[in-house]
């Protein structure tokens, strides 16, 4: 078992306008985003589950070709293999989770 605070971890920009503060465990990798408007999720999918949790702003998501605009306090299931993709409407604040653990991530 370990202890941090989020602000201690450091952030790290994984693509153009998503930086991540990312915790794993053996199982599971929790990351905490701050994404600037007007960023570009590029359309992709992986093996990994998704939620992805919306804790602040607007955000267009498409999972296998099904559009939403989600707001403060929205959530999407991301299952695997599913293609998604989507843009940050306003600065935006999520927490995904992922199943298995990112790897790519690490």
Not at 8 to 25: C, V
Not at 100 to 106: I, L, Q
């Amino acid at each position: 078992m370990s202890f941090t605070k989020l602000e201690d971890l450091p952030a790290k920009e994984q693509m153009p306008g998503f930086r991540g503060r990312f915790i794993h465990a053996d199982t599971v990798t929790i990351v905490h985003w701050d994404v600037t408007a007007g960023a570009v999720l590029p359309e992709h999918s992986h093996p990994h589950e998704q939620i992805s949790n919306l804790l602040e702003g607007e955000f267009e998501m498409t999972v296998d070709g099904q559009a939403r605009r989600l707001g403060t306090g929205s959530i999407a299931v991301v299952p695997s293999n599913a293609v998604h993709s989507g843009r940050a409407l306003t600065d935006c604040r999520f927490i995904d989770v992922f199943h298995p653990v990112r790897e790519d991530y690490r």
